[in-house]
C-alpha cells in the first residue's frame, strides 16, 4: 500500500526567506505526483503536476522537482510572503492500482511578517 | 468557465441519519471523485465516477454510496452516519477518468456529526 509522508509537519519561517517542503513515498512506481495548497476550512488548490517521466516543474516563486527512484519530492518557495501560509499537500497516483490520489497529511506553513 | 462547486458548505447530523451531499463538475469534465478529510489528515479517497459509473473504490464501508448524473453532477450519500464520519468532504472534477488528467477541487462540504 502506497504511504506518503511530509515532513516537517509544521513550519514558521519570516518573511523573505526560501524554503522547502519535503514528500516521500514508499512505492516508487508512480504515475505523476502533485503538490496542492490548503487554507483553513477550504478545498485544494493546485500547485505543479509532474509526471513520472519528469524530474522538476517551475511556477513563479514554486519550484517542484521529483526523484522517482528514491520516493522523494520536494516544493521549493523563493522568498516567501505571509500570503503564502497554508497547508501544503503532495499526493500521488500510482502506476497500477487505479486513478485515486494518495496524500500526505500536509506541512502547515506560517509565513511570519 | 464556472469552476467544481459544493452544496451544502456546512452541514450538522445526528448520529444515525443518513446525508446527501452534491458536487457540480466543472464545464465539460465527465469524471468525479470523491474524498473524505479528517481533522489534520490529507483526504482519503472513497470512489469515482466516470460517465455515470463506479469507477474504482477506497476502503469506505457500503453505507458511503454514490450517483453520477447525466451532466456529470455528482452526489455522495452516507447512511447510518458515526461520529468518525464528521470531516470535509471534497469532490473533484477531472477531463477524463484516467491518470493523466488533473483534478480540480470543489471548496468541500464540512460535515458533522453530533
Known amino acids: 500500500k502506497q504511504e506518503v509522508t511530509q515532513i516537517p509537519a509544521a513550519l514558521s519561517v519570516p518573511e523573505g526567506e526560501n524554503l522547502v517542503l519535503n514528500c516521500s513515498f514508499t512505492?516508487?512506481?508512480?504515475?505523476?505526483l502533485q503538490w496542492f495548497r490548503q487554507d483553513p476550512g477550504k478545498g485544494l488548490t493546485s500547485l505543479l503536476l509532474?509526471?513520472?517521466?519528469?524530474r522538476e516543474q517551475t511556477s513563479g516563486r514554486l519550484n517542484a522537482s521529483l526523484d522517482k527512484s528514491s520516493g522523494r519530492s520536494t516544493l521549493y518557495i523563493a522568498a516567501s510572503q505571509p500570503g503564502d501560509s497554508a497547508t501544503y499537500l503532495c499526493?500521488?497516483?500510482?502506476?497500477?492500482?487505479?486513478?485515486?490520489?494518495?496524500f500526505g497529511t500536509g506541512t502547515s506553513l506560517t509565513v511570519i511578517p | 468557465e464556472t469552476g467544481v462547486t459544493q452544496s451544502p458548505t456546512h452541514l450538522i447530523k445526528t448520529r444515525g441519519q443518513q446525508v446527501t451531499l452534491r458536487c457540480s463538475s466543472q464545464?465539460?469534465?465527465?469524471?468525479v471523485s470523491w474524498y473524505q478529510q479528517a481533522l489534520g489528515q490529507g483526504p482519503q479517497f472513497i470512489f469515482q465516477?466516470?460517465?455515470?459509473?463506479?469507477?474504482g473504490r477506497g476502503n469506505f464501508p457500503p453505507r458511503f454510496s454514490g450517483l453520477q448524473f447525466p451532466n456529470y453532477s455528482s452526489e455522495l450519500n452516507v447512511n447510518a452516519l458515526e461520529l468518525d464520519d464528521s470531516a470535509l468532504y471534497l469532490c473533484?472534477?477531472?477531463?477524463?477518468?484516467?491518470?493523466?488528467?488533473?483534478?480540480?477541487f470543489g471548496p468541500g462540504t464540512r460535515l458533522t456529526v453530533t
Open positions: 473533484a472534477s477531472s477531463l477524463g477518468q484516467g491518470r493523466s488528467y488533473e483534478q480540480y
Open positions: 512505492d516508487s512506481a508512480i504515475y505523476n
Open positions: 509532474i509526471q513520472s517521466s519528469q
Open positions: 499526493a500521488v497516483r500510482h502506476s497500477n492500482t487505479g486513478n485515486q490520489f494518495y
Open positions: 464545464s465539460g469534465h465527465n469524471t
Open positions: 465516477y466516470y460517465r455515470e459509473e463506479e469507477n
